[in-house]
Nanobody, 123 residues
Framework: QVQLVESGGGLVQAGGSLRLSCAAS????????MGWFRQAPGKEREFVSA????????YYVDSVKGRFTISRDNAKNTVYLQMNSLKPEDTAVYYC????????????????WGQGTQVTVSS
């Protein structure tokens, strides 16, 4: 069982930055690949980024490449999403998720989800 709690969301102007954190409970955090998803009003939840259990591999959706950076600290059971050069279209609720084993871009593959944190980017 893994429990995930996101934090770090908020209101920021376009061009600004935010750093999201996702704290995980449980002793087996390092065995889980981690992903970030987001859901804007009226839209489906979409994949944003993922990181392998070791942190050696990362993946990003094209729309955030070069602006967002995912990382993890297994000693702290925490995964991060550094978001720079934010745009109004990045506005959404951001969720972290855990998948045992190899990471995936498909939300159906993830086993555990956090409650989400709101990110609002004003123009």
């Amino acid at each position: 069982q893994v429990q995930l709690v996101e934090s770090g969301g908020g209101l920021v102007q376009a061009g600004g930055s935010l750093r999201l954190s996702c704290a995980a409970s449980g002793r087996t955090f390092s065995r889980y690949a981690m992903g970030w998803f987001r859901q804007a009003p009226g839209k489906e939840r979409e994949f944003v980024s993922a990181i392998s259990w070791s942190g050696a591999s990362t993946y990003y959706v094209d729309s955030v490449k070069g602006r967002f950076t995912i990382s993890r600290d297994n000693a702290k059971n925490t995964v991060y999403l550094q978001m720079n050069s934010l745009k109004p279209e990045d506005t959404a609720v951001y969720y972290c998720a855990a998948e045992y084993g190899r990471w995936s871009t498909s939300r159906e593959e993830y086993d555990y989800w956090g409650q989400g944190t709101q990110v609002t980017v004003s123009s």
